[in-house]
């Protein structure tokens, strides 16, 4: 059996980053509280963690990472983190979101889990061994995420279809991932507090690609 699906990597697309900023703004202001609420609740939870004293938290931890910091990083922040595109993908699907559908990647926990841990080891591993590779697959995991969000696929299956399909136009994306790093390092220079806004608006951008290039399905399981 194929670890990609054939079907969407066969597809012929064009990278159009303009129309995805367009679309992902839409998306952004039909939700733009919770958006931004979202965002809040997270940063509180790492101001939190990082004010616990070591060895639990950070503080006083003479650079390295407490235990609560660690798990959160590692087990339940790419969980949260899924949470932008899910409410994306809901809007985008013309369906009202709740602030509760944020946390709705957790009924997908594993698959989610694991295509955050293996992506990022790989990239890591890509970067340390010659930095290009590690930069290739940064960009050609995009879509890995989305796809096990809103296609339930498995992680490796998503992101060998993430990456055979955005191989094809792989410096378009690499360009649309320039451009959103310098939005968001404009949205940090105003004291952090343009990341309120720039830092989902991210989230829908990319949603806005995916649901161009891949298309949505008519509902996921998430939504159950």
């Known amino acids: 059996m194929s670890s990609f699906n054939t079907d969407i990597v066969s597809r012929d697309y064009e990278v159009n980053i303009g129309a995805y900023f367009s679309r992902g703004w839409e998306i952004f202001k039909q939700f ?10 997270l940063g509180v939870i790492g101001i939190v963690l990082g004010l616990l004293p070591a060895p ?4 006083g931890a003479e650079g390295g990472t407490g235990l609560l910091p660690f798990i959160y990083q590692v087990f339940i922040a790419p969980v949260l983190s899924a949470g932008f595109y899910i409410v994306a993908f809901q809007i985008a699907r013309n ?41 290739y697959l940064a960009v050609s995991y995009l879509f890995s995420l989305l796809l096990v969000i809103d296609k339930n696929m498995s992680f490796w299956n998503a992101m060998e279809t993430s990456r055979r399909l955005v191989s094809k136009k792989w ?12 939005l968001n390092i404009a949205g ?6 343009g990341l309120l806004v720039t830092f989902p608006l991210t989230g829908c951008i990319i949603a806005a690609a995916y649901e161009d290039i891949v298309g949505l399905n008519s509902t996921s399981e998430l939504e159950a």
């Open 56 to 59: 639990l938290g950070n503080r």
């Open 95 to 135: 369906r009202s979101p709740e602030f509760s559908d944020f946390f709705r990647g957790f009924n997908r926990y594993l698959p989610i889990f694991l295509v955050s841990l293996i992506s990022g080891l790989l990239i890591v591993i890509g970067i340390i061994l010659l930095i290009i590779p590690g930069i």
């Open 188 to 193: 940090a220079i105003v004291f952090g507090l």
């Open 171 to 182: 410096f378009s994306f690499f360009g649309l991932l320039i451009v959103l790093t310098l």
């Open 32 to 41: 733009a509280p919770g958006f931004i609420g979202y965002v809040i609740l």
